[in-house]
């Protein structure tokens, strides 16, 4: 069967007009009947007949005719797919990001991204650190900003920033009181600290286990106003970044409690899927956040 045949076929029996299948096609009246003809001759089958100079469709080319539609229909989608992927597409960037970092290290990184780069379009979402690096395995994300961890081998990281982490709590504490105090003082203190999960969470256990700190009661949570709220309200004591309570802090809600062993600092990284091809927002997002990372005297290499 000449499929050229078959859609003059098709084209001829959906305008039910030689003239209109000719100009569907781009081609002579005559050479649609011609093909028409062929058609018909290949089938070896009745395929019309006339009725007071009205070309009908017998049984099986009506059965024939149906079928077509079917074929057709699918080409006409396959060349509309074919027409959108011809057509620009915006670029964009997905970015995972923990709750803290949304509010602290991403506002400014993301603004000289869109600065330089202002045609691509970036679409942050949060989590804790766990969850990102499952979304990024899917490929949910194309990059995520999180803590460091022992990463598997299907990622890859980059040395973004070190974070901070103090120790606050009310200004009327026992600890607030005592001026400096060793990170051993903390045994039998309510801390809250974030959920599991959280790579915050991890750094800050991990540096209470070093000392031998075991906490009365650990609270957990996902939300910073909640351990803020609980601090007013219950007297407990939290890890937290200090730009996240810069207000708090000025206004005396909250206070700053000094550490002997310093505070708590432990790298975030951005990470990528080792095998993922590194499309042009991904090199440019990750040219700027290294520059960044430069310009504040973060000299350990990345990974």
Known sequence: MNLKHL???????????????????????????????????????????????????????????????????????????????????????????????????????????????????????????????????NRKEDLVVVARTNYDSCFKSFRFAIVELVLVARPDHPLSRQGMISIKDLCGELLIIREHGSGSRDAILKKLGKYGVKPSVIVESGSLSFILAYIERRMGVSFVMVNEVGSELSKGILKKIDLIEGDIRFPADIVVLRDQPMTDPIRQFLRIAIKKRDENFLDEPCQ
């Open 7 to 137: 859609e003059t076929f098709y084209h001829f029996c959906r305008f039910n007009s030689m003239t209109l299948a000719a100009q569907r096609l781009n081609v002579t009246q005559p050479a649609i009947s011609q093909q028409l003809s062929s058609f018909e001759e290949e089938c070896g089958v009745k395929l019309f007949y006339r009725e007071t100079n009205i070309y009908k469709l017998t049984d099986i080319g009506e059965s024939i005719f149906l079928l077509s539609k079917v074929i057709f229909s699918r080409v006409e989608q396959i060349e509309a797919l074919l027409q959108a992927s011809r057509k620009p597409t915006i670029e964009r960037l997905r970015i995972g990001t923990t709750k803290d970092y949304a509010s602290t290290l991403m506002p400014d990184l993301v603004a000289r991204f869109q600065n330089q780069c202002p045609s691509i379009q970036v679409q942050i979402s949060e989590g804790n650190s766990s969850d990102l690096m499952a979304r990024l395995r």
